[in-house]
DNA sequence: AACACGCCTTTCATCGTGAAAGTGAATGCG
DNA sequence: CGCATTCACTTTCACGATGAAAGGCGTGTT
């Protein structure tokens, strides 16, 4: 096993790699890096084992299955006591697709993505139970 | 090639379980749509060619490597000039990990990963160069 | 009824992967 | 100083996932 506790320079190039591209062979990580694939696999295995490496997940285009809608929303609590209600709207409602719970501006950060502002219309009015809200939309990604 | 042009919902399937773990292999995910292995590649291989797949990357863990602080920023824009300038400080600063043009609250929203708040400091300092912020940390993910 | 087309399955060769064994360097101990 | 131990890497090898090619089956068209 690679330095089997700590990450080291070649373990973050591999991770970096990974990162910009999950598909590619141990074997060209390793001409990268200048090892074998099989040491680059054991590198990969300790990343997991660590929990560095989470899983593995797409890159995709929501906008292609009619997600054409992106929005950012900040989300300011009426009551204490709405929060696991809230949370368990945030859990099952399939259109907020990352959730935070957030110190400074506003209690709640969410993701939105939905077809078109009708649908937005609607997940809005359900946030209005739970509080208040400032809404941002995703224009375009820059990065 | 199935159904060429067209996005069903053994396709949206598909998509569902690579997004959950983009390791699963073609057999494996074929036994969920009742496929082969072999028909789940053709169309792997078609949402990739429609643009739906951008590519495969992974899931992470940034505190696992110092990164200790994830921030959302809401930038207000000084200037009208300054966009240019803006859009290419956000490209070179590696500690924006996402960012994006809104309507709405702001001119950008950025996703800002840094390892204390020392540095959290000195990417804002850069920020105010620009124009205003609102700042809000991240506590805990809880989707 | 015959044909064509789309989508699937079957078959097969290739290649990536992880386990096991071996090499070499660095470190520790007598 | 010499020997043993450990650690990371390489080499070898068997397994299995993958994609190409060919064959089968249903549906729609004339």
Redo the contacts with the bound molecule.
């Keep these: 096993?690679?330095?089997?506790?700590?990450i080291?320079d070649?373990d973050k190039r591999i991770l970096q790699a990974l990162l910009d591209n999950a598909?590619?062979?141990?074997?060209?990580?390793?001409q990268l890096v200048?090892?074998?694939?099989?040491?680059?696999?054991?590198?990969?295995?300790k990343l997991q084992d660590l929990g560095v490496i989470d899983g593995y997940t797409l890159r995709w285009n929501p906008v292609s299955i009619g997600l054409n809608v992106h929005a950012f929303l900040t989300v300011f609590m009426n009551s204490n006591e709405a929060h696991r209600a809230f949370q368990a709207f945030v859990e099952s409602n399939e259109a907020v697709t990352e959730a935070h719970r957030v110190g400074g501006e506003g209690c709640y950060w969410l993701r939105v993505r939905v077809g078109d502002s009708s649908e937005l219309n609607k997940l809005l009015d359900e946030v209005l139970k739970f509080g208040n809200y400032k809404l941002s939309l995703s224009i375009e990604q820059i990065k």
Tied chains: 1, 2.
Excluded at 1 to 6: D, E, F, L, R
Excluded at 34 to 45: E, I, N
Aim: proline letters at 4%; glycine letters at 10%; a positive charge.
């Design positions: 096993m690679p330095s089997s506790q700590t080291d070649i598909l590619l062979t141990h074997k060209e990580i390793g200048h090892l074998t694939g099989q040491a680059v696999g054991a590198r990969v295995r």
